[in-house]
């Protein structure tokens, strides 16, 4: 058996190839907007700690998505670890970002979810420094950080009810203000509703609403 570690009541088995939860996560995990009730998706969800999470916290549905299979598989074990029956309330496929999103919302069942999140691979990344392996995708933000994060909100609100909300996580070094505009330029309002600061940068959480029906 893998190495476990303990979140608040939360258990979880960790891998070596896929991200574990750390400062950034708790973060997200102790600012969540209220779920309860609610269909939640969870874009890249790793251990699957913040779908775990949501469901503990009341929500009706959760839907973890990410690109690593280690990720998949080890979410799923995660989730029965904490007593969670996998395809009942909480589910989760491999995909990048939002492909294939349609597909899962009809095998799940819904049209459109109340809530997403996004621990968001942040990182300002070289290609010098970029991973072999699949732990990559955790971090790697591309050059500017934001790669990853631009296209999740280019595409989301496709996936999100009217009144819907989002909550990124991500890095001062990636740029708020830069979100905020990228935000607005999709029909959103964003707000850094948690920080937390370290010496060479801040962990931001950003919790956005929709300002006008665009999709």
């Known amino acids: 058996m893998g190495r476990m570690i303990k979140i608040g009541d939360i258990v979880l088995k960790i891998h070596p190839l896929v991200y574990e939860p750390a400062e950034d996560s708790i973060l997200l995990m102790d600012n969540l907007v209220n779920v309860r009730g609610k269909k939640v998706l969870d874009m890249g969800t790793g251990t699957g700690i913040q779908a775990i999470n949501a469901i503990k916290k009341g929500c009706d549905i959760a839907v973890g998505i990410d690109i690593n299979p280690y990720a998949v598989e080890l979410s799923k074990e995660n989730a029965e670890l904490n007593g969670l029956e996998v395809c009942k309330k909480v589910f989760f496929f491999q995909g990048d970002l939002f492909d294939g999103m349609d597909r899962v919302m009809e095998e799940v069942g819904i049209d459109r979810f109340d809530v997403i999140l996004f621990n968001a691979p942040y990182l300002p990344t ?90």
């Open 126 to 215: 070289s290609q010098e420094e970029r991973l072999g392996d699949y732990i990559n995708y955790a971090f790697d933000g591309g050059v500017d950080g934001r790669r990853v994060l631009d296209r999740f909100i280019s595409e989301v609100g496709r996936y999100l009810k009217e009144d819907g909300v989002i909550q990124i996580v991500q890095s001062s070094l990636t740029g708020e203000r830069r979100t905020f505009d990228m935000l607005k330029k999709y029909g959103f309002k964003g707000e850094k509703t948690a920080v937390m600061r370290f010496f060479y940068e801040e962990i931001q959480v950003i919790t956005a609403k929709r300002i006008q029906e665009l999709f």
